[in-house]
């Protein structure tokens, strides 16, 4: 096993590192339970990424990868709906949406694993994730409801945006070689900086509570 020769996947390999550590950093900074495994989930998801596009692997190697790199990836977005439902709806509501989300998740995560050649159920299931999060906390911060909310919203909003910049098969050659996958993992980092500092504002107002 070598490292990578091609420049672009080393740099997503360096992008995904990077964003390893601000997910944990996440874990590190958030309280809530519920945001640490969103945030804990990002993290495995970002360092399988990173071994992925660093090393040079066979394809049953690559593909005993991608199958929890896949789980990890939709396991996170089905945490970060159960979050944005418990701002929304209360904790009880949450609980009871967990084992729907996570059954969705599962179920995306097999049918991209069975058509590896398309990224469209994850693009799906991300945009869905993200809309409806950021519409909902939207609203929160429009009516004052939650702090940090604002912030939550606008990191959906970015995250958004990454998805976009991912799906366009967009290249930049600069001082690297930056491909689609790197670019998406560049925008995706002020968003995931904006949920850190959303959830910690949110907590916080939980705390003052208790």
């Known amino acids: 096993m070598q490292l990578n020769a091609d420049p672009a996947e080393l740099a997503s390999a360096a992008t995904d590192l990077v964003l390893a550590g601000l997910a944990l950093l996440g874990v590190a900074r958030v309280k809530r339970r519920d945001w640490r495994f969103v945030f804990a989930l990002m993290a495995l998801a970002s360092g399988l990424g990173a071994l992925v596009h660093g090393w040079t692997w066979s394809d049953?190697?690559?593909?005993?990868?991608?199958?929890?790199?896949?789980?990890?990836?939709?396991?996170?977005?089905?945490?970060?709906?159960?979050?944005?439902?418990?701002?929304?709806?209360?904790?009880?509501?949450?609980?009871?949406?967990?084992?729907?989300?996570?059954?969705?998740?599962?179920?995306?995560?097999?049918?991209?694993?069975?058509?590896?050649?398309?990224?469209?159920?994850?693009?799906?299931?991300?945009?869905?994730?993200?809309?409806?999060?950021?519409?909902?906390?939207?609203?929160?911060?429009?009516?004052?409801?939650?702090?940090?909310?604002?912030?939550?919203?606008?990191?959906?909003?970015?995250?958004?945006?990454?998805?976009?910049?991912?799906?366009?098969?967009?290249r930049l050659e600069w001082m690297f070689s930056l491909d689609s996958n790197s670019l998406f993992h560049l925008v995706q980092m002020p968003a995931l900086l904006l949920w850190i500092s959303g959830a910690r504002a949110g907590a916080g107002k939980e705390d003052a509570r208790a």
Do not use: Q
Not at 63 to 83: E, I, K, M, V, Y
Not at 103 to 114: E, N
């Open 60 to 170: 049953s190697a690559a593909t005993g990868l991608w199958w929890p790199l896949d789980f990890s990836l939709a396991a996170t977005l089905a945490c970060f709906a159960g979050a944005a439902v418990r701002d929304r709806f209360g904790a009880a509501r949450a609980r009871r949406a967990w084992i729907p989300l996570l059954a969705l998740a599962a179920i995306v995560a097999s049918v991209s694993r069975a058509i590896p050649d398309t990224f469209l159920p994850f693009l799906a299931f991300e945009a869905m994730v993200l809309i409806g999060a950021g519409l909902s906390w939207c609203g929160l911060a429009c009516s004052a409801a939650m702090p940090g909310s604002g912030r939550l919203a606008a990191g959906c909003g970015l995250a958004l945006a990454a998805g976009a910049v991912g799906a366009s098969g967009a």
